[in-house]
């Protein structure tokens, strides 16, 4: 028999983990253990076991880790690209805000960080965006999405057939 495509799946679960990180308030989940990442890897899984069921298949623990870590590497490029839009539209610097907390809470930067935070201060005063903060935050989304994703899609994966089974 033919596997059904992981097309789909991936999509939903780089949807589910795109709007949690994304948007405001529903991005706090991610500070849970990165729990959004977790739940779209689980939400793609599911569906892609559901389409393997309809044609007689069981999912496997592979299926859910592929999904996720398809979908993770998915969504971490989608988040970066339109996250650099966000600020560059809405003209904000964020290092600004980095230098008013520092102060607020009486905090105090060392001079080797100063010099990096100048850096990228001038860059979004430049250009709208920074390539190092760009770099930065491409590397801390595809290591975060691409543990946390294939972990919510083996999760999935898991329960999925535990439950199948529970009801036998």
């Given at each position: 028999m033919q596997q059904p495509s992981k097309f789909t799946p991936v999509l939903i679960s780089s949807v589910v983990m795109l709007i949690m990180s994304l948007f405001p308030?529903?991005?706090l989940i991610n500070l849970i253990c990165c729990a959004g990442i977790i739940l779209g890897g689980?939400?793609?899984?599911?569906?892609?076991a559901k389409q393997l069921e309809k044609n007689g298949q069981l999912i496997q623990n592979k299926d859910g880790i592929m999904i996720g870590l398809l979908s993770g590497i998915i969504s971490a490029i989608l988040y970066v690209i339109l996250s650099t839009l966000?600020?560059?539209?809405?003209?904000?610097?964020?290092?600004?805000?980095?230098?008013?907390?520092?102060?607020?809470?009486?905090?105090s930067i060392p001079p080797e960080s100063e010099k990096m935070l100048q850096t990228v201060f001038d860059e979004y005063n430049r250009q709208g965006f920074s390539f190092i903060m760009i770099g930065i935050e491409m590397l801390s989304r595809i290591v975060s999405h691409c543990i946390f994703g294939p972990l919510g899609g083996v999760l999935a994966a898991g329960l999925y057939l535990k439950r199948r089974n529970a009801a036998k």
């Open positions: 308030f529903l991005n689980a939400a793609g899984t599911f569906y892609y966000i600020i560059m539209v809405s003209k904000q610097n964020p290092v600004e805000l980095v230098y008013k907390m520092t102060q607020e809470y009486g905090f």
